[in-house]
């Protein structure tokens, strides 16, 4: 209630003082106007006055050459002393009854035809009625002239026509010549159709502000012409004078500083009420995040957890902020590195992503990955670090559920590969043994014989037969050896391996997938190549699953053809920093559609194929950095490559350890 009486007083005094200047601008705002209407019509009674007393000069001439007292040289005289009073005449040209031209103010030569099309039919219209008519203003020669209005005075005697004379008013001249230079300087003054369309205008004093218009209609017989008048004075001022404009300031003042003021407690009130709600809405926001929010100040004191963290270490914020390290959530075994982390903190040497283990309150370790960053203020200076911290627990089981899995895949694809070579791997043991047993019985012959009758044994020959019967064992032992390294299951480790010596242990279970189908197989392998970083069982399946494939793509080409190369070689250009190894077959090569689908997991060109071969091979391509590729073979067939790192090795602290 204290608001309402002071308001009131001051609306009132306000809106009287708003009413005085705006009254009085009103009455002046109606003055002008009245005053430009009387100019108006002082200027339209100008204009027809000079083009009446024309028309009377003219009516003269007319009626004199109607009484044949006219000849073209008279006539020339009288028309240019009319000229000479009427300079916004362009032109006065005398017509016969025919409408040819009988004398002119000009050189031109004319006739009707050579009148516009209005001028035509105010001809004939003043014909008709047989009174003076006014054309309505055209422009001349394709807009290259001014706009021109033409006069068409009839001549008749004894009722026949006899001719006509044609004045020619220049439209510019008639504005220039007849409206006054201190009303031209005052007002922009424009002649128009009745549709308001601008035929032309004259602005001494620059263009009207269109705030007092006014159109008065020239009487003109035959044309419809408005005169038209734009001001070019401005709307009066609000404020007539200082005293009223100091007054109506100062009022203006009080409502501003009382507006200020309501304005301000408004946005007090509201800036209050937007805080509330930004400060519940990052609440909100902080409780449902799943992430660890941690802040610190340069102290490495904690300022800020939110209930992910707590709900993460199991302990509540109250017992957290204020924290100084060591920090409760820090594992004991950890707790060196924790320490060195931090002084690097304190010492600006941040490190954005690291992965350790936090404690939580029963005892439980977890593993996290901590991201670190500088915490700023609004004037950019660093206040302290700001963490985010996610537990990766869940990414760990996940990881090592894959691993585990890929590992099963890939003793499942050896055992595979395994199954495969069974009936040849009992066919390739059989000779073995059976050379074994044959050098046996030989032997016991030879001691059978001895026991038999007097003939001595002879000990070379049953050396002989031991020696070729040991060699023969361990031929077998050698197979089985391999058979038995190749689906052992274990973890995959990568150390340094000669390439020629894992084809040497390998080239047997190639030799017996190729011998049933009559492929040849030759290794160009140098025994000088660098050791390559490897895991020796996955490149050992990754050779005889890219060996079995080139194998079996060579069943429909003739047994001459049927070539299967494995190369191991050093190319700067391919591989600069390790080594290439390539499986080239002479087959039937893969097909575009093939090539897309490839590598895919389940895809296989064979009826009873699992789609895994090729698939697993990339993937342990891609365990040892490299990737495997293939293209067309230049003899047919196709080009199987992938590169291993080349084993290097660096002084460190004068101590050897080899690094890829």
Not at 21 to 26: C, D, E, K, N, S
């Amino acid at each position: 209630m204290r608001w309402i009486l002071p308001v009131s007083l001051v609306l009132l005094i306000v809106s009287t003082l708003l009413w005085l200047p705006w009254q009085a601008q009103r009455t002046e705002a109606t003055e002008r106007q009245e005053q430009l209407i009387a100019d108006t019509l002082w200027v339209e009674q100008t204009v027809r006055f000079q083009l009446s007393r024309d028309e009377q000069n003219l009516q003269l001439v007319a009626s004199e050459i109607v009484a044949e007292n006219m000849q073209p040289k008279k006539w020339h005289e009288r028309v240019q002393v009319l000229r000479r009073n009427s300079r916004e005449m362009q032109r006065i040209v005398w017509l016969d009854a025919a409408g040819k031209q009988v004398a002119s103010t000009d050189e031109i030569s004319f006739a009707v035809a050579n009148l516009s099309t209005p001028a035509q039919v105010a001809l004939q219209h003043a014909r008709q009625r047989r009174t003076p008519q006014y054309s309505q203003p055209v422009p001349q020669r394709g807009n290259a002239m001014p706009p021109a209005m033409d006069y068409l005075l009839p001549m008749f005697h004894g009722g026949q026509y006899t001719g006509a004379l044609v004045a020619t008013y220049s439209i510019p001249s008639i504005l220039d010549e007849m409206i006054p230079w201190w009303f031209a300087q005052d007002n922009e003054i424009a002649l128009t159709d009745e549709d308001d369309n601008v035929i032309d205008s004259r602005a001494s004093g620059g263009p009207g502000r269109s705030v007092y218009v006014h159109r008065h209609p020239l009487d003109l017989p035959g044309a419809n012409l408005l005169l038209r008048t734009n001001s070019v004075k401005s709307a009066p001022r609000l404020l007539p004078n200082l005293l009223v404009g100091s007054v109506i300031a100062l009022s203006l003042g009080l409502l501003w500083s009382l507006a200020a003021l309501w304005r301000d407690i408004n946005r007090r009130l509201a800036t209050e009420d937007a805080l509330r709600k930004q400060v519940a809405f990052r609440r909100a926001m902080e409780d449902s995040l799943v992430t660890g929010l941690r802040a610190r100040d340069l102290e490495g004191r904690i300022t800020y957890v939110n209930p992910a963290f707590c709900e993460m270490v199991g302990r509540p914020a109250d017992e957290l902020v204020g924290s100084v390290p060591p920090m409760p959530y820090w594992a004991p075994e950890a707790m060196e590195q924790y320490q060195e982390r931090f002084s690097r903190i304190l010492a600006g040497d941040i490190t954005p992503q690291f992965e350790t283990i936090f404690l939580r309150a029963n005892g439980e370790r977890f593993p996290v990955l901590v991201f670190e960053s500088p915490l700023l203020d609004d004037a950019g200076t660093q206040t302290g670090w700001m963490g985010s911290i996610l537990d990766v627990s869940e990414r760990k089981r996940i990881e090592d559920l894959n691993r585990q899995q890929q590992e099963k895949l890939q003793a499942s694809a050896r055992l595979a590969s395994m199954g495969e070579l069974a009936s040849t791997l009992a066919h390739e043991l059989n000779q073995p043994l059976a050379a074994i047993s044959s050098y046996t019985t030989g032997a016991l012959n030879l001691l059978q014989s001895q026991s038999d009758g007097p003939r001595p044994v002879d000990a070379n020959v049953l050396r002989a037969a031991l020696e070729k019967a040991n060699a023969q064992a361990q031929r077998a032992g050698h197979i089985i050896r391999s058979v038995h390294a190749f689906v052992k299951k274990r973890e995959p480790t990568r150390e340094p391996v000669s390439v020629r010596a894992v084809l040497d242990s390998l080239l047997p279970l190639i030799e017996l997938q190729a011998r049933p189908h009559f492929v040849t197989v030759q290794v160009d392998v140098s025994r000088a190549l660098p050791a390559v970083l490897a895991d020796r069982v996955m490149l050992e399946q990754v050779l005889l699953n890219l060996t079995r494939n080139g194998i079996e793509a060579m069943q429909d080409v003739s047994p001459e053809r049927r070539l299967l190369r494995i190369h191991a070689a050093t190319d700067p250009a391919v591989a600069p920093n390790g080594v290439l190894i390539s499986v080239i077959d002479r087959g039937h090569g893969i097909s575009a559609a093939v090539a897309e689908r490839l590598y895919s997991p389940f895809f296989s060109t064979k009826a009873d194929g699992m789609g895994m071969g090729l698939n697993i091979c990339r993937s342990m391509v891609e365990f040892h950095g490299g990737t495997l590729t293939h293209e067309p073979n230049r003899q047919s067939g196709t080009v199987f490559r992938f590169v291993l790192p080349i084993q290097a090795t660096q002084k460190i602290s004068n101590r050897d350890v080899i690094v890829a």
